[in-house]
């Protein structure tokens, strides 16, 4: 059996992790198994499936600089105690730490998974950029969920030569076809009214997905017509900002909060538009499902364009103003919902044959 150790942040609701639960239900677990490695020690939403489905969850003692030594030795013993084949890392610039103890464990495969396509400019950006001009140096291959996010990792030079992996955000297209039936059970628990339009938003609450923006637009829309409401989908650390922001506009009766939920697939149908106003992403999985539910999307045109594999999507600059933004959603109707389409098989985003060709590349690289 192969065992493959995913580091990531811990295994919440969240893009990356939301990925990696697809194609973990998919692979074939008899000869691939996953183990997580979480940097966090609060428990995910995903810990007890995984456990059902036969992995681990391993805790580091995060990725704090001053505890790197610690942090190289758990990461060292969890590899030889497991037998662990390949180490897999999705922390962006600071998976350099995974990296490093893979390779002093004498992990061959040892790979480094692009996200992104920018760095969050915080306090710890300074370490970032210095950690992401090493990570070439102890991963071997070098992976995204887009080329753009590829390419600001690892550079140019490396798309140029095909020196990469590309392993999209595949998704189960079943789960996020529309139903109408779905539609009118989750309006009504939102008690949204025929007669309204509902916008929606997931996402995890953090800078990066440019909430406050997002807010700003709802409070131009609202004003000229209040039969619009927004639904966002999600928690995070800016979560209770927020809501205060809401209050302060008081625009309270038009925008819902769901916090962390299961069934975001359901969530899909009751919508009229999916709006994106991130400051950066690499290839949002968000973006496909609700592409494969048959939203138009209304994305920033910092998030690449690899994502639009239907036509549905718009891009707007966050240099536009909130009320050029909600001009725009007033503008967007809804095509066919019903309509049956074959993109998101012909883009490679069915899960069902990307998990496949995972588990060939996973088998190849061991056997190179």
């Keep these: 059996m192969i065992k493959v150790l995913h580091c990531v942040s811990n295994m919440d609701r969240a893009g990356i992790e939301t990925m990696l639960m697809n194609y973990y239900r998919n692979i074939n677990k008899d000869e691939i198994q996953f183990y997580f490695l979480c940097n966090k020690k609060k428990p995910g939403a995903y810990d007890e499936e995984i456990k059902r489905l036969g992995g681990k969850i391993f805790h580091s003692p995060g990725l704090n600089p001053l505890k790197a030594i610690e942090y190289h ?8 105690e497991n037998n662990i084949d390949i180490v897999h890392v999705h922390n962006g610039a600071f998976g350099l730490q995974a990296l490093i103890a893979a390779k002093a464990a004498g992990v061959n495969v040892r790979i480094s998974h692009a ?40 550079g140019k030079k490396n798309v140029e030569n095909n020196n990469y992996y590309l392993l999209t955000n595949a998704i189960d297209e079943n789960k996020f076809k529309y ?20 916008v929606g938003h997931i996402g995890r609450f953090m800078s990066q997905k440019n909430h406050t923006f997002l807010i700003d637009i709802f409070k131009e829309l609202v004003q000229k017509n209040n039969k619009f409401k927004l639904v966002l989908v999600g928690d995070g650390e800016l979560q209770e900002e927020i809501k205060n922001k809401v209050n302060e506009l008081n625009i309270n009766n038009n925008i819902i909060f769901t916090g962390n939920i299961p069934n975001t697939n359901e969530f899909y149908q009751a919508m009229d538009l999916f709006i994106l106003p991130s400051l950066f992403e690499g290839l949002p999985v968000v973006g496909i499902e609700a592409q494969a539910s048959g939203l138009n999307c209304l994305f920033s045109n910092t998030i690449s ?18 009320i050029t933004w909600a001009n725009k959603i007033k503008e967007l109707s809804n095509k066919d919902r019903n309509k049956i389409t074959n993109e998101i098989r012909q883009n490679n985003y069915s899960i069902e044959s990307e998990a496949k060709k995972l588990e060939n590349k996973y088998r190849e690289l061991l056997n190179k």
Excluded at 124 to 129: A, D, E, G, H
Excluded at 179 to 198: A, C, G, S, T
Excluded at 307 to 322: H, M, P, Q, W
């Design 73 to 80: 030795k758990v990461v060292k013993n969890i590899i030889k």
């Design 115 to 154: 996200h992104g396509t920018k760095i969050d400019r915080n306090f710890k950006l300074p370490l970032k950029l210095i950690y992401k001009t090493q990570l070439k140096k102890y991963a071997n291959q070098y992976w995204g969920c887009g080329i753009e996010a590829i390419e600001y990792y690892y």
């Design 179 to 198: 139903n109408e039936k779905i539609r009118e059970k989750i309006r009504k628990e939102l008690k949204i009214e025929k007669d309204e339009y509902l």
């Design 305 to 322: 364009k690899e994502v639009d594999i239907t036509g549905n999507i718009e891009y707007l600059s966050l240099n536009d103003s909130a």
